[in-house]
């Protein structure tokens, strides 16, 4: 079993920035590829980011690119997602997960583990 506990959600304005952390316990947090993923009201859950286990390879959805930056720190157990010119779109809840393998996934079902989640509200 892993525990995910997300922190660093909040309300900013459009153009601000925000850093969601990750914080992993239970099992070894280097052995599993992680995800983040938004969810706005009536909408489903969606990809955001995502880093294979070691850190080594990341990727990102377009509309995020240049703006939002995945990253781990095995050394402590924690994930992260830099949020820069934030916009109002960005609006949702995000949410970390783990998945159990080498690489990432980009759809909801392929991740074990889920975070409870963090609002984050950019407001124009």
């Known amino acids: 079993q892993v525990q995910l506990v997300e922190s660093g959600g909040g309300l900013v304005q459009a153009g601000g920035s925000l850093r969601l952390s990750c914080a992993a316990s239970?099992?070894?947090?280097?052995?599993?590829?992680m995800g983040w993923f938004c969810q706005a009201p009536g909408k489903e859950r969606e990809f955001v980011a995502a880093?294979?286990?070691?850190?080594?390879?990341?990727d990102h959805r377009g509309s995020v690119q240049g703006r939002f930056t995945i990253s781990r720190d095995n050394a402590k157990n924690t994930l992260y997602l830099q949020m820069n010119n934030l916009k109002p779109e960005d609006t949702a809840v995000y949410y970390c997960?783990?998945?159990?393998?080498?690489?990432?996934?980009?759809?909801?079902?392929?991740?074990?583990?889920w975070g409870q989640g963090t609002q984050v509200t950019v407001s124009s």
């Open positions: 997960a783990a998945r159990y393998s080498t690489n990432y996934a980009y759809t909801v079902g392929a991740y074990d583990y």
């Open positions: 880093i294979s286990r070691g850190g080594g390879s990341t």
């Open positions: 239970g099992r070894t947090f280097s052995n599993y590829a």
